[in-house]
């Protein structure tokens, strides 16, 4: 079976605090994304990389930044939290391939308080 | 950026009833993916579609693709309990897979 793994299902932070959120994938993918969902603006793409120490920014990477040193881990950097980064942070890969067919990870539900 | 538009947003319905969810855009994708999530868990992948008309069956849930390949249909027939969740379109339109994701359904199925 395929396994997309985030290291914290749920964080709660101060604002300002530097915040790491870590994302592991067993599948060999080449392509890995970090998106945020919010209640009636669905999923936000934050940053996508579809390969070791390549980034790509997607719709809204202000404020966070990445990090791909091993083709399994991709991990989503706040260096320093706001209140407005409370969300669910999805981490997601894929094959490269015509369908761009994403798994997912379980979620991580960050609050910063 | 291409946008994906849902429909509707919310759907309450009884067991056994039929069901459709609807996916719209200006844009054409190369394919479109339909997920579905669960409270406090990420998207499953439930099914692609690439060919303009393409129609797809799982189990009780019908997947359609437009003539255009800019909308698409989930419709589910008899609907369960275990139906509900967010249901979820998305549409590459290719690059990288930057794929653009509908603002969802959410569905609930009352026993």
């Known amino acids: 079976d395929v396994k997309v793994t985030q290291s914290s299902r749920y964080l709660v932070k101060r604002t300002g605090e530097k915040v790491f959120l870590e994302c592991v994938q067993d599948?060999?993918?080449?392509?890995m994304f970090w998106y945020r969902q919010d209640p009636g603006l669905g999923l936000r793409l934050i940053y996508f990389s579809y390969d070791v120490k390549m980034k790509e920014k997607g719709d809204i990477p202000e404020g966070y930044s990445v990090s791909r040193e091993k083709k399994e881990r991709f991990s989503l950097i706040l260096e320093s939290a706001s209140t407005n980064q409370t969300s669910m942070y999805l981490c997601a890969s894929s094959v490269i391939s015509n369908t761009g067919e994403l798994f997912f990870g379980e979620g991580s539900r960050l609050t910063v308080l | 950026t291409q946008l994906l538009e849902q429909s509707p947003q919310f759907l309450s319905i009884q067991e056994g009833e039929n069901l459709t969810v609807y996916c719209n855009s200006s844009s054409v994708f190369s394919s479109l993916q339909w997920y579905r999530q669960e409270p406090g868990e990420g998207p499953v992948l439930l099914v692609t579609?690439?060919?303009?008309?393409e129609v797809k069956k799982l189990k009780r849930l019908t997947f359609q693709f437009g003539d255009a390949r800019k909308d698409s249909s989930l419709h589910i027939t008899a609907a369960q309990p275990g139906d509900t969740g967010l249901y979820l379109c998305a549409g590459d339109g290719g690059g990288y897979q930057k794929v653009t994701f509908g603002t969802g359904t959410k569905l609930q199925v009352i026993p």
């Open positions: 599948m060999d993918h080449e392509n």
């Open positions: 579609v690439v060919t303009g008309g």
